[in-house]
């Protein structure tokens, strides 16, 4: 065998490999083209190790083709070098995976043979040709190092067959809500949609048969395997989840599960790196409104009560929700606010007029030191139920005020009494991996919130672990932090780090992806943040100095000398940035989540608290 073709036989053997590692990456982010190119684009970027051994293979692409056309023997060998590198790398992309190994279904199985097919022609092509040598050596080390980009071309080919084979399950799905009849409640926002998905399934489950999208099943495809696997016969109320990736999208979910009761939670740059302007979020979750009888719009959050206002002069019913001050949102027909005995809930329903007053008492089993509502009456279709206005004061409740006042919302307009929505909400769930707290054997206070993360999450997550722990112990913050921010990743990260430095003794940074502007957020600190009190237990302290760095706006000041020390100090695992009684954190980074888990097991102790503040998974540097 010639070394051309040796260089083309192992071409073959390193884009098997790398097709392995890029086809996983292709399942982890729901088959869209284009994802591996991108992928690939920040891996090879990641580290210095990964940019050495992209640069070895494009020298050795260069001078094996060269030394081929010269006659240069075995030499020629050196264009081998992308077929290894293929293999190989990007180092820290494995080919089995830690988080989310690869599952050979149908979907991959037909992307994998397209792929085999694009990948093949090249190399079948160069070992056909023969002469002249460089143009074989060339195109074998061209086709290896192409194997992300091949995958995506496979994708994109395949994108129509596969939108065919999807109608299919969504006109069965469609049959089945027809002879099922449930109303069907959709949920879109672009974060809070699985929580508030699950209080609305809590609520309704005392009164009424209903079934909730699992998981986030919130697309065409989970949407369509939710109502043909879970919705039987006698099934009330289906809750479903809408998420979406651009314009039309919710338009086209709406159009065959047919909501009568739509609820926006939120507007945030989550995704911004597809939608490319928060303008375009706000008209893609808005198609859910356009298409239903009722809206629940979080009125609290930003840009939405403009839609609420929108939709309401469009002649429909809406529940304003919010959480907060009752002057902040005097219009709001369901409000959570804080006061003095505990959580205060008012209700005061769409086109009521009549003066709020506290609910009779009499309720059964209701949560404590507060009372029942009046009972609404079943829910028809075509009629709101009616629901005088009342207010209770509530328990503690899990996760964003905001949420449950929107779910409490929806249950009522569905028709559950105002009694049954009070008492439920005394056991109202978390959900899971959601900023759920616990206490592990070793005595340190836990907040797991790896499910995802957002700006308003992770300031609120931060707010708690201010307040948890022991006044002496230490606060860790754990995280890789936020991406799909698009133009404002950077910026949004920098600001998780300056908010960080408000509240933890050590920060972990797990990952390359956002380790940068970590790093640069918490070595500009933020405004206040004195030694000793800030970090060493003033809980109720470093939750103000948290909220103050959140009203400064989004605007970051540059990087201070601190950061620069803290990168040249923080570069390996355990690796500590300024020393433990400066006024900012220890920096830590490591490479993967496990490795943060490790280091907080032999460092942490019985009155610490840590939070695990986002899991990315591994197909991300």
Known sequence: MTAPLLVVALAAVGAALGGVRWLRVAQREHYLAGSCTRFALRWWRSSRQNQLLLALSLAGLVAGGALAGAGGGWLALLGALPAVGAAVGPVGLGLR??????????????????????????????ALVGTPS????????????AVPCLVDAALALLAPAEAAAGRRWIRAAEQRLEAVRPEVVGITGSYGKTSTKGYVAHLVAGTRSVVA?????????????????????????????????????????????????????????????????VERIVQAKTELLDAVEVAVVNVGAPMLRPVADAVEHAGKRVWRCAAGEADDHPDAHVLLSSGPDGLRLRVRPPG???????????????????????????????????????????????????????AIAIA????????????????????????????????VEVLDDTYNSNPAGARRALELLATVGSPSGRRVLVTPGMVELGPLQVEENERLGRLAAAVATDVVIVGRTNRRALLDGVGAGAPGAGPGPMRGGA???????????????????????????????????????????????????????????????????????????????????
Request: some cysteine.
């Open 97 to 126: 995976g830690r988080t989310g190994p690869l599952r050979w279904t149908g979907r991959l199985g037909r992307s994998a043979a397209v792929w085999a097919v694009l990948q093949v022609i090249p190399l079948v092509v160069a």
């Open 539 to 621: 809980g109720q302290g470093a939750a103000e100095a948290v909220r103050a760095v959140v009203a400064e706006g989004t605007q970051l000041s540059g990087v201070s000398v601190d950061a620069a020390r803290m990168r040249g100090g923080a570069g390996g695992a355990g690796g500590a940035g300024e020393a433990g009684g400066s006024s900012r954190p220890q920096v830590h980074c490591v490479a993967t989540r496990e490795e943060a888990v490790a280091w907080a097991r032999r460092t942490l102790v019985a009155g610490d608290a840590i939070l695990y503040e986002n899991d990315l998974p591994d197909h991300y540097p």
């Open 352 to 406: 009521a007029e009549q003066p709020l007053r506290p609910s009779p008492s009499g309720a059964t089993q209701p949560p404590a030191q507060s009372s029942p509502a009046p009972a609404a009456a079943p829910s028809t279709r075509g009629s709101p139920p009616v629901i005088e206005p009342f207010e209770a004061v509530l328990p503690a409740l899990p996760g964003a005020a905001s949420n449950i006042a929107c």
């Open 412 to 443: 009522l307009e569905l028709g559950v009494p105002g009694p049954v929505v009070l008492r439920r909400l005394g056991d109202l769930p978390g959900a899971p991996h959601r900023l759920q707290v616990s206490r592990a054997a070793s005595g």
């Open 213 to 277: 999208s699992p998981a986030s099943f919130n697309n065409a495809m989970g949407l369509a395997r939710t109502v043909n696997e879970h919705l039987a016969p006698g099934t009330e109320v289906l809750v479903a989840e809408m998420g979406t990736y651009g314009v039309g999208e919710i338009a086209a979910l709406c159009s065959w599960t047919r909501p009568r009761i739509g609820a926006f939670l939120a507007v945030g740059p989550v995704h911004l790196e597809r939608f490319r302007a």
């Open 134 to 145: 460089a143009v074989v050596v060339a195109l074998a080390g061209l086709d290896v190092l």
